[in-house]
């Protein structure tokens, strides 16, 4: 039985990629391989990232993001596109799991859901940041969905 870490890249309220998560959540709780699906609700917690406080004693905010990494048997990402590429603030988080051993060889897939023709920027820096980690990116777990025709961009 699996542990998975649900990493969403929003911090906004009514975030669309948190409702997919927190539906991934629905989901494995029926599922026969998955144990738990944990919700990382630390994101908008962590520092900047600055190489000068990846040292011990580490932020707290980055000792919960690591021990929830190597406490997962496996991460699921669903992240939003900003400017054709990934959130400042999931870059950051990303950033945070280089200094560590956490995520290296740890099965990891993602769910982007995006308007037909778009996302294509966020799932390619997703995957050349997390091969630079070290993660083990699953095929089969990355999956791309088109929003429908009634999801209206607000800019
Ligand atoms: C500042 C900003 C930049 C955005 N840039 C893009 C973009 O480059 N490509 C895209 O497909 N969507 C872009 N969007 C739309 C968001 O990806 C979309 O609203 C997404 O649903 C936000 O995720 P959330 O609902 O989980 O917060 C942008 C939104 C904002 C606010």
């Given at each position: 039985?699996?542990?998975?870490?649900?990493?969403?890249?929003?911090?906004?309220?009514?975030?669309?990629?948190?409702?997919?998560?927190?539906?991934?959540?629905?989901?494995?709780?029926?599922a026969?391989?998955?144990?738990?699906?944990?919700?990382?609700?630390?994101?908008?917690?962590?520092?900047?990232?600055?190489?000068?406080?990846?040292?011990?004693?580490?932020?707290?905010?980055?000792?919960?993001?690591?021990?929830?990494?190597?406490e997962?048997?496996?991460?699921?990402?669903?992240?939003?596109?900003?400017?054709?590429?990934?959130?400042?603030?999931?870059?950051?988080?990303?950033?945070?799991?280089?200094?560590?051993?956490?995520?290296?060889?740890?099965?990891?897939?993602?769910?982007?859901?995006?308007n037909?023709?778009?996302?294509?920027?966020?799932?390619?820096?997703?995957?050349?940041?997390?091969?630079?980690?070290?993660?083990?990116?699953?095929?089969?777990?990355?999956?791309?969905?088109?929003?429908?025709?009634?999801?209206?961009?607000?800019?």
């Open positions: 039985m699996a542990q998975v870490l649900l990493l969403c890249g929003s911090v906004r309220k009514g975030s669309s990629n948190e409702a997919m998560l927190r539906l991934v959540q629905e989901v494995a709780r029926d026969q391989n998955v144990d738990s699906a944990v919700f990382y609700e630390g994101l908008g917690e962590l520092p900047h990232f600055n190489p000068d406080l990846d040292a011990d004693p580490l932020p707290k905010a980055v000792t919960e993001l690591r021990s929830a990494i190597a997962a048997d496996a991460v699921l990402v669903c992240t939003p596109e900003y400017a054709g590429t990934l959130p400042g603030s999931f870059k950051n988080l990303l950033d945070w799991t280089v200094g560590g051993t956490e995520i290296c060889d740890k099965p990891t897939g993602w769910i982007n859901a995006a037909p023709g778009r996302g294509e920027g966020a799932v390619a820096t997703l995957r050349l940041v997390l091969e630079y980690t070290g993660a083990a990116i699953v095929e089969d777990a990355c999956v791309r969905i088109a929003r429908g025709p009634g999801y209206t961009r607000k800019h």
